[in-house]
Structures are given as C-alpha cells and as structure tokens.
C-alpha cells in the first residue's frame, strides 16, 4: 500500500517512505540495519522533517476515538519492511507499558504527549519507573526491538485539551501492526 507517485512534487508520506527505503538501501550490507545507529538516525531525521510539513494527513487520518488511542495506517511498505501510522490521542488515552518486538520510531506532530520510561529489571521480571518526559510537538524517538526502550505514551491533558498526534514507524508489515509491535510487559510501580 504505497501512495502512487504524481508528476509534482512528492507528498511529505511519500518522502517519509523515501528516506525511510533509502536506509535500509544504505545499510543493505548489514544483517541487521535497524541495529545500526545510522538507521536510527535516518528515521528520526525522517520523522522530523515528516513532523514539520504540511499535509501530512487528510481529515480522517486525525479522526479520535472515545474509547482508546486511534490508528490510522498510512503506507505499508510492499517489501514487508516497515509500517507507517498516525495515532490520535484524545486527554486521558494511554498506551499499555511496553516493550517493542519490533524496531520502532515516532515523531508528535500536533500537541503534547507525556512519556514514562521503565527500565526492565530482570531479577523481579517488572519494568521499573525511571522517569517521566513531556514530549512536545516535533519531538522524535527510536528504539530497537526489545526490553531497552519499554515506555507508556498517552496524553495527559485535561479534558478541554485538543487531540494529540504522533507519527509512527514500525518495522512490520502493515496488516501486523495491530499485533506485532507491543510486548506488553508488568511493572513494579504501574502508573493508575
């Protein structure tokens, strides 16, 4: 599911899948391109230059729901590398603590987030609390897959506030990403 290419210039999704496709094209020779730190440079870069231009997503890309945090997917790549969704947060929503089966990155395009970052502590088997960021519009992320980059995203605005977007890459296959990303893990001192 890629967006057809027009005779203009590319879309800002467009150029999001270009750079992405381009590091992995870079680091080809490598076993494993998402481990090495020039990938996850190359998508935060692509994050952010995504985060700042305009007409990244039509209206209802930036449809909420009521009831949790709302995916929208916007392109999958066809060779089965990546997936690239927007999430709508409405105040209050937040994402289960986790851990990433697969490499992952993402970029907050309209409003704040708030993120609580764990530590896993493998003699207990819990994530543990280390601490909690605001994460302001343009702010951008990467993690690999695994227990290193466990964390909780959510708005926690008040309830007057707007939604909150953040654009999200995922290494999986578009029709995975409801169930291939988050390793949903236990925490000694859970947030209620």
Sequence with gaps: ??????????????RLCA??????????????PSHHPAFAQAVRDALAEAAAAHGLLVPAQRESSADHYRRHLLAADPLGRYAVVSLVWRPGQWSPIHGHRTWCGYAVLEGELTENVYHWDG????????RIRARAQGS??????????????????GATDTPA???H??????????THVNHIVAAADAPD
């Design 140 to 157: 951008t992320s990467y993690v690999r897959a695994g227990l290193t980059g466990i964390h909780r995203l959510g708005h926690g605005g």
């Design 165 to 167: 977007i953040s654009l």
């Design 1 to 14: 599911m890629r967006e057809p290419a027009t005779a203009t210039a590319p879309s800002p999704l467009a």
């Design 169 to 178: 890459v995922y290494g999986v296959r578009g029709e995975d990403v409801a």
């Design 123 to 130: 003699v207990t088997g819990h994530a543990r609390n280390a």
């Design 19 to 32: 750079r992405i496709d381009a590091a992995f094209d870079s680091l080809a020779h490598e076993a494993a």
